[in-house]
């Protein structure tokens, strides 16, 4: 198996990953080449394109968040990181290492010690309990059974699931088998963890209490997470980048302010036409920057303007502060309302935006 030498920053990259199903993929590859349509392709050959060309780099300790509709290849692209599914072309890295090029034993403990997955159907045994669910990674790896246990008490107690340790999956709400799922992987201990439209099959509130406690995790945990969704709210709320995809191609690559402020194309404007522009524009991109007397109350330029909206009940002035925390400018309810209006009407970017090869 090939080292390849890494950016440090970065812990997985595709490369011109291609997938497509059917029983000539390689004529239907030639056509892709040459520019031939998905629609096109799949007619004249029967075969479907799961993925065209999909390049990525994913740094580390990122929520990376893909997103798109039903059929846009999404699933299918988590699929190839731990190579649940072969691609038909293109290259895959993970911290280094080309995944395409490990053998039966190396993606085992591949998939075993630095990759965990979290499903949407959350795929608990219903003959364990959830403790023995939580831990069964760790029996596989073969961590002896007072170890993991302990390990996966511990886990269970962080995702608000202590006393349920006996439980069986059949007796818990939804949320709460999606948190036994997410136990589960955290307790792998793995620097990368696959999220496959994880909270999707939740109830709204449960789903935005799910999402509340995936950050508060992240923060002290500092992972590097894949999240599939077809939620653009999600998408925002979560993801630090965002990639957007439709059939099977990336349409744009950006923060998640940039996709929302400069969609590539209509197909993207489409999707923020409707979006809480409050969830997705930062206050350091609208503060008022200078040498201001001291605020009462201060926030990260990094917030969102639907964090401070509620700040201004009680102050005029709102202070923003830079990353060794002095305070680099200010804001006003006012100055939110004039952006909030005027990026609601912005129009879309004319290029698309996208990863660096």
């Known amino acids: 198996m090939s080292q390849v030498s890494p950016t440090s920053d970065i812990a997985i990259s595709l490369k011109g990953v291609t997938k497509i199903f059917g029983s000539d993929p390689e004529r239907a590859l030639d056509m892709l080449r040459r520019g ?9 050959t029967g075969n479907v394109v799961g993925l065209d060309d999909v ?10 968040v893909v997103m798109g509709l039903s059929g846009s290849g999404k699933s299918t692209l988590i699929r190839h990181v731990n190579r649940l599914i072969e691609p ?20 085992r ?4 010690t630095r990759i965990a997955m979290v499903f949407q159907k959350f795929a608990l045994m219903p003959h364990r309990s959830v403790i023995e669910n939580v831990a069964y990674g760790l029996e596989i790896r073969g961590v002896r059974r007072e170890e993991r246990l302990e390990r996966a008490a511990k886990w269970i107690e962080i995702v608000g699931l202590k006393g349920y340790e006996k439980t069986r999956p059949r007796q818990l709400s939804g949320g709460q088998q999606q948190r036994v799922g ?8 793995t620097d990368i963890v ?13 789903r935005a209490g799910m999402q509340e406690q995936l950050l508060e995790l992240q923060q002290s945990l500092n992972k590097t997470i894949l999240f599939i969704t077809h939620d653009f709210d999600e998408a925002l709320k979560i993801g630090n980048r965002i990639a957007v995809l439709k059939d099977g191609a990336v349409q744009q690559v950006a923060h998640p302010e940039e996709i929302v402020l400069r969609p590539a194309n209509a197909h993207i404007e489409e999707f923020v036409r409707d979006v809480n522009k409050a969830r997705a524009i930062h206050v350091g991109t609208i503060m008022e920057r200078g040498a201001f007397e001291a605020c009462e109350l201060a926030v990260p ?8 909206l509620p700040l201004f009940a009680d102050h005029r002035w709102v202070g923003v502060t830079g990353e060794s925390g002095e305070q680099i400018g200010r ?24 990863e660096a090869a």
């Open 88 to 107: 038909t072309s293109g290259e895959i890295i993970v911290g280094g290492d080309n995944v395409l090029e490990m053998d039966d034993a190396a993606l």
């Open 301 to 308: 330029a990094g917030a969102r303007c639907e964090d401070v």
């Open 109 to 112: 403990k591949f998939r075993q």
């Open 331 to 354: 804001l006003s309810a006012t100055q939110v309302i004039k952006a909030l209006a005027r990026y609601s009407a912005a129009p879309p970017a004319a290029a698309v935006v996208t």
């Open 182 to 189: 997410l136990a589960r992987a955290l307790a792998m201990d």
């Open 194 to 206: 696959l999220m496959d439209e994880a909270f999707s099959a939740l109830d709204p509130l449960i």
């Open 36 to 44: 031939v349509g998905k629609t096109e392709v799949q007619a004249e």
């Open 55 to 64: 390049s990525l780099a994913i740094e580390r300790g990122q929520i990376f």
